[in-house]
């Protein structure tokens, strides 16, 4: 009788270690659950964005609420590379827009943006950018400080136009020109 009381025994603290360790990963899930919601939550209310699906999409794209203001600066990133590679002075001109928008030296949007910086995101990161900009450029509240179309076009203008020829002539490329074109037509269609 003593083994089968051992037996029950061992079987009871069996089954408690599992649903303990069942219930630890349905806690994990909530939280992963309820973390996930208040980013969307997050990013809705920086973007104005209130299609779950659009906002879904910022986050496969890497946006997180930490990371979303670099939103804007895409564009611009895809005029600065659209040659070889990004000059000093694109750079110079992307990185002052960046403080004006209140990016934090040392953040974690900082960082990535000096990731972009030195590395050229893929044209699919390009396109799909330009396209939740132009839904976040319709979908603007009166009073957000959000950048518009004509805006963000002329910082555009502005990095294509920052690496210069001489005295300003011939001094956007044809690549430039034509990720100008791209942008101003994703924008524009709306």
């Given at each position: 009788m003593a083994e089968d009381d051992f037996i029950d025994d061992r079987r009871r603290?069996?089954?408690?270690d599992y649903f303990r360790k069942q219930d630890r990963e349905l806690i994990e899930k909530m939280r992963r659950a309820a973390a996930a919601s208040r980013a969307q939550s997050e990013m809705?209310?920086?973007t104005g964005l209130k299609d779950p699906a659009l906002i879904e999409e910022l986050g496969a794209l890497g946006f997180t609420p930490e990371t979303i203001m670099l939103l804007p600066l895409v564009p611009m990133l895809e005029v600065a590379w659209a040659e070889s590679g990004i000059s000093a002075a694109e750079r110079k001109?992307?990185?002052e827009v960046a403080r004006a928008r209140g990016l934090v030296d040392g953040s974690v949007a900082d960082r990535q943006l000096k990731t972009w910086l030195e590395q050229r995101p893929s044209v699919e990161t390009f396109r799909?950018?330009?396209r939740l900009i132009g839904a976040i450029v319709d979908h603007v509240e009166p009073g957000r400080t959000a950048m518009t179309a004509d805006e963000l076009l002329k910082y555009c203008e502005a990095i294509a136009h920052a690496s210069g020829g001489?005295?300003?002539i011939g001094s956007v490329s044809a690549e430039e020109q034509a990720a100008l074109q791209r942008i101003a037509s994703d924008l524009k269609k709306r």
């Open positions: 603290a069996s089954e408690e809705s209310a920086k001109g992307i990185l799909k950018a330009r001489l005295f300003g």
